[in-house]
């Protein structure tokens, strides 16, 4: 009998949109693999805060509308 060994990955919040697009790519990549769960890290400080939320926001499929509330995608 093979037991699974639980994974999971940690992202840092990009810096450019371009980064974050990469990111978007990764992540589909790796939800392949079925992690336990992913995270994004805080910046110290709340430095990266939006950018965090942001990709948080991509990864769970939301979006801000033009009234600031989340929506699903």
């Not at 790519?25 to 693999?33: A, N, S, W």
């Not at 110290?44 to 979006?63: C, H, I, M, V």
Request: proline share 4%; net charge positive.
């Amino acid at each position: 009998m093979t037991k699974r060994v639980p994974i999971s990955f940690e992202f840092f919040p990009s810096k450019t949109d371009a980064g974050a697009e990469k990111l978007r790519t990764v992540h589909k990549e790796l939800q392949l693999l079925n992690p336990e769960f992913f995270s994004v890290t805080y910046g110290a400080g709340g430095s990266t805060r939006e950018r965090t939320l942001s990709t948080l926001n991509d990864f769970n499929g939301k979006a801000k509308s033009k009234a600031g509330k989340d929506e699903l995608l």
